[in-house]
């Protein structure tokens, strides 16, 4: 049978339906570009529109009156003034126009040399992450890396900030070693020099690696908002604390996560350890914490690195003691012992009278020691007692009498330490470049970031008891008698130094002070000039014996004895 022709509409209609779409294509594209600022100021009064609908749903029902009467007195304004509702129009189309603008998409994926970082970290982790037995392996080489890194973001050089890694469930996280190894890898292919925050998710197979940013250096000492027995250490990341405390960088004003100690007759880390490394900033934490102690309570200071680091502090209100000889540190600790029995035995009488305690014991009393070990070996070579020791009691029973000892010296020291210093100090802070088996060795626990070789002074980790590991920047509180000091930094030390009690070396007093306000006699003409007379030095005292400036230290010390 011979085919019928088809009509000629339906012959040639696909040429000429594709003539007319093209057409209509055409008077689309030139209708928009006509329309187009149009389009773009109706764009901008819909998102200009849905903004003040969710800006009146987040606002609260008692506060709507308000903002009523605020509109609306806007709007008479506007009114009233001359040309007032002609300058809102373009205002509005201005605005409008502002938010309707087309806005560059962002981009999908990562771009060439981002993808091959991805990928050269994807077959690094493939050693780690793969075995034989897996039938459907989510490592091996040559796979697809956007299975394993769901989630990864760059910063402005083209390294890693954020990454999200998926691994397989036979992974042993649970193993600190197998952890390590890959915290270790994911740090140097990510980029070296950067701090590296670790999550990992056992439930979830994924490890979230993220970067931090460099904790801040500008805090200067100051008064910080704290109550009585509580000490700020250092400042750290705000993910890791709960807690903000206003601080003065030069005239403004900013709120700071802080790390703070507590002390006290509930403190469960009553004495406190830091360790660290020639010029990490040990002496700088000790006067911090010297510093803010004196505002409470009494101090004495022993100094084993005799270079002066805590002669502001010399004859203060408040400062026991600074000694730095062996004979001085021997007798102050032999004080701090007895007085800590005195305060546990007053304590205990009271507590059995059923009355509070006496005032003397409620006042804290604080020992710090800087590199305690010079003195072992001082005493050692001298046969003498060490002066380690005498720390037991003030160590072991220090928590109920209101006595805090602080110990720094030096990472490479540790082993030098007494058994009672390294047992009942279990606030701890470890300052400058350390390894993971060093701070794991010093805190107890490995920290959540990866350590780097260079830090700024002061800079370190602190683990207060059982809790977590912090991230640690102690306040700058350099010795104000240093030249190399900036003088901001001088003003701010001396400033939170309490008032002398005593003069210092080579500092005498004023003869008019001396005289009780009374003026110097001038002679008279022809009167003979007399000689002043030099006043009668005062009697000698042994070597043995600390120049302390609180009364306590005056007297030779209480009796302990036995009541049968």
Known sequence: ???????????????????????????????????????????GLRRLAAAGRRRWAETPKERRGALLFLVASVVLVVALVPYGPLLAAITLMAAAAWQGRERSPASDGPDESQAQRLKSLYEALVPYFSAAEDPEPLYSHGGAWDKAFPTYAFDGGGRISQLVVRYPAYFTDGEAEARARIEHLLAAKSGRGREYHFTWDEEGNQLTVGVLLPLPVDIAAQRFVTTPGETVLGFTDPTRVQRTLPVALGEKQRDVPPVVWRTGLRSTEPHLLALGQPGSGTSTLLRSIALQALQYGDVVIVDGGGTGEYACLTGRDGVLAVEAGLAGVTASLEWAAT????????????????????????????????????????????????????????????????????????????????????????????????????????????????????????????????????????????????????DVLCEAVLNLLPPRTTPADGETIPEQDQSAGE??????????????????????????????????????????????
């Open 1 to 43: 049978m011979a085919r019928r022709p088809l009509p000629r509409i339906l012959s040639n209609g696909s040429a000429q339906l594709a003539r007319s779409r093209e057409l209509a294509r055409t008077a689309a594209d030139s209708a928009t570009d006509v329309l187009h600022p149009l389009i773009t100021i109706t764009r």
């Open 339 to 486: 007085e800590t029995e005195r305060r546990l035995i007053a304590a205990n009488q009271a507590h059995q009278a059923g009355d509070p305690p006496p005032d003397d014991t409620k006042r804290p009393l604080w020992i710090l020691l800087d590199h305690p070990t010079a003195f072992t070996h001082l005493a050692t070579a001298d046969g003498r007692k060490d002066p380690q020791s005498l720390l037991q009691v003030p160590l072991r029973h220090g928590r109920p009498a209101n006595v805090t000892v602080v110990v720094a010296d030096q990472l490479d020291s540790l082993d030098a330490l007494s058994e009672p210093v390294r047992q009942h100090t279990r606030a701890r802070v470890v300052l400058g470049p350390a390894t993971a088996e060093q701070l794991e060795s010093v805190l107890g626990a490995p920290p959540h970031t990866t350590p780097i070789d260079e830090l700024p002074p002061g800079r370190g980790y602190a683990r207060l008891g059982n809790g977590p590991v912090h991230r640690l920047q102690v306040p700058a509180t350099p010795n104000p008698y240093d030249d190399a000091t900036p």
């Open 519 to 564: 003026p110097e006699r001038v002679p008279t003409e022809g009167e003979p000039e007399t000689a002043p007379v030099a006043p009668e030095a005062p009697p000698s005292e042994p070597e043995a014996t600390p120049v302390l400036t609180k009364e306590p230290l005056r007297s030779p010390g209480p009796v302990l004895t036995k009541e049968k």
